[in-house]
């Protein structure tokens, strides 16, 4: 019969055309986890699910699959989703859209403007996630980023590529440093992640302390605290993806990032939310993993840089909790913030002698060199002594290195101190060093580590460009060699 065969060439066809396959259907929502039967998808791509009884749509992505089970996870507020609801697969991963136009713009974790402008209309697409440049690819680190930070300049500088992480407790001016250099780095991009902050913290930030200049220069990405764990992860990766764009573009960027642990936060939620074992002090496996492989994205490329500032929680005094001893040995320096300084109104409160530049004998002249290890000694000095100077117990005239240590404290201290306003150029930087220690510290070290290829880099560094190719998997890391180099100083009291 006719009509059978037309029936049975019907059926036959809509068993190939398995519908599962690009829609699926909500069977569970259990905490953060959405359980979907269906569509066909990766992990990691990104799906819709429409809630009609909600804002009409929600971004999901796909963390785990079980049998014919989707798990997944919102980038919004689940509002309104319930059984039933379609879940359409996007075919694809995260992708921000990215120009130049972002500059002064704010994002949200998927590269939606949030700051009530229109969004950024772009052919040009980044992967969220992505790989880090292959490490024979990396330039290395040879020349100097200045912060417009005199401390930071001075005795901790930082290269171009360079990853640190400040480790601070709350309230001791991680975001207020960080306004610092977004406004007054010799960068030509900023890019800001503010990952888990408070929504009054991301508005103080963006209106206080980067004001309308900063952010002219600047790229925001924010994910606050009220937002769901997967998009303070994502949003993490976004500000990523945008660095990234404007490093291949040829530029040197500033990644400016607060704070890696509330990004370790998120992915411990979204981690136990999937039933991961929680390991170290209740963070799961997945967030030592995924720690390394975000900071390793940034750094330098065959194209251009990212320098990192990367700000990490400590509580009370504890540098060795998960979360700082994973980045730490991950990053190329530390800065510590002390709440002891900031109580004495020592802004910024940078401690210098917890803290280390891993590359600044590299990105350095040696003059500056040396002068940053000689005000360094001069504040180990006094504060091995500051006890008893402070009871009046040392008599002047008994030990001359800690004569010259208190002679020289207050111009030191006013050296470190620095008003929020107040911008020092790398010349004034180094020009009151020299008045401090009495070296002169030549003009080209200066201006001078700017250019490459000038002749006035370390010996050392002249072969190593990226075209030898040779050891440049640890490029823009210290070797046990190098870390030699270092001034006595500096290597004493890295911790
Ligand atoms: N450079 C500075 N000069 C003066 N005050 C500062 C400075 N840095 C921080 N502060 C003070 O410390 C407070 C907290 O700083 P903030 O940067 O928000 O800390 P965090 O981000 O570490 O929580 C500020 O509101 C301000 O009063
Ligand atoms: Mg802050």
């Given at each position: 019969m006719a009509s059978a065969s037309i029936i049975d060439k019907y059926l036959e066809t809509t068993e190939e055309v398995d519908p599962i396959k690009c829609i699926g259907r909500i069977v569970k929502v259990q905490g953060l986890l959405i359980e979907s039967r269906g569509p066909q998808a990766i992990i990691g791509e990104l799906c819709r699910i429409e809630v009609p009884k909600g804002r009409g749509r929600i971004h999901a992505e796909v963390v785990g699959l079980r049998e014919d089970i989707v798990q997944l996870m919102a980038y919004?507020?689940?509002?309104?989703i319930e059984v039933g609801n379609r879940v359409i697969a996007s075919g694809g991963r995260l992708e921000i859209p990215v120009s130049?136009?972002?500059?002064g713009r704010v994002l949200d974790c998927m590269g939606h403007?949030?700051?009530?402008r229109s969004d950024i209309a772009s052919n040009i697409r980044y992967p969220a996630v992505n790989t880090p440049p292959e490490p024979l690819t990396r330039r290395r680190v040879t020349q100097r980023i200045v912060t417009g930070v005199r401390s930071i300049d001075g005795l901790l500088a930082v290269g171009r590529g360079q990853r640190l992480g400040i480790f601070a407790g709350s309230g001791v001016g991680k975001s207020t440093l960080l306004g610092m250099i977004a406004r007054n780095?010799?960068?030509d991009v900023n890019v800001v992640a503010l990952i888990g902050e408070r929504g009054r913290e991301v508005n103080d930030f963006i209106?206080?302390?980067?004001g309308p200049e900063g952010l002219a220069r600047s790229v925001i990405v924010v994910s606050p605290s009220n937002s769901p764990p997967l998009a303070r992860l994502r949003g993490a990766y976004t500000a990523t993806a945008v660095a990234e764009y404007f490093r291949d573009l040829g530029l040197d960027v500033m990644l400016l990032f607060d704070s890696v642990t509330r990004f370790a936060r998120a992915q411990r939620e979204i981690g136990l939310a999937s039933g991961e074992p929680p390991a170290t002090r209740g963070y799961t496996p997945s967030v030592f993993d995924s720690m390394p492989k975000l900071l390793e994205r940034c750094g330098t490329s065959d194209k251009g840089t990212i320098t990192g500032f990367y700000t990490i929680l400590v509580d009370g005094?504890?540098?060795?909790e998960p979360v700082s001893d994973t980045v730490r040995g991950t990053l190329d320096g530390h800065i510590v913030l002390s709440r002891r300084l900031a109580e004495a109104n020592?802004?910024?409160?940078?401690?210098v002698l917890g803290s280390?530049?891993?590359?600044a004998p590299k990105v350095s002249g040696e003059v500056t060199r040396k002068a940053a290890g000689y005000i360094r000694r001069l504040l180990a000095v006094y504060g091995e002594s500051e006890d008893l100077i402070n009871v009046g117990a040392y008599h002047q005239g008994t030990n001359p290195a800690i004569d010259e240590a208190v002679a020289k404290k207050p111009a030191i201290d006013s050296f470190l101190v620095q008003t929020v306003e107040e911008k020092s150029s790398l010349v004034e930087t180094l020009q009151v060093m020299s008045e401090i220690?009495?070296?002169?510290?030549?003009v080209e070290e200066m201006e001078g580590f700017k250019t490459a290829g000038t002749g006035i880099f370390p010996a050392e560094d002249k072969t190593g460009g990226p075209e030898d190719g040779g050891g440049q998997d640890a490029a823009d890391k210290v070797s046990p060699g190098e870390a030699a180099l270092l001034p006595a100083a500096e290597t004493e009291t890295a911790r």
């Open positions: 919004e507020d689940t509002d309104g130049r136009q972002l500059l403007t949030v700051d009530g780095t010799s960068a209106a206080g302390d980067l005094d504890d540098l060795d020592h802004y910024p409160a940078v401690d280390i530049s891993r590359l220690t009495g070296l002169t510290i030549p």
